[in-house]
């Protein structure tokens, strides 16, 4: 069985509420309009969730597997700002300018393979105009 590697790490909740994890260790809690707490955990490193049987979660995991387009609005970056001087926030690869995507392929050595190809295929989104090219915002 080939591994999928995940993007977004999330659930909805029977009450609609949508619980993510964007990184390793961000355990998130919820008490649900039943009653019941969920929870998500583990980022895009595992998925770890608790299990309501009488009442259970839908599972909304985002993968590499699926299309760009999902991916690209997914895809989530920590960043601390153009000068590194802001609070830690994660923005999805369809808000970061092409600087920055160029700045993190340069910048960052840990992020190879499918990873690298997906930041690699937005870049060429936007040049050939499949996808609107971002004003560094951030």
Known sequence: MTE???VLNQIR?????????????DYRTYVDANGKEYMVDGGTEYL?????????FEEISIYMDD????????LHWGTYGKNGDQPKRYVPLCNLSNDHIRAILDTQQQVQGQLRITFELELSGRENGTYPNIEDTL
């Open 4 to 6: 999928r590697f995940i």
């Open 48 to 56: 770890r969730r608790n299990i309501h049987e009488d009442a259970p």
């Open 67 to 74: 299309t760009h387009e999902v991916i690209r609005q997914n």
């Open 13 to 25: 909740t029977p009450d609609g509420t949508v619980l993510r994890s964007l990184h390793r260790h």
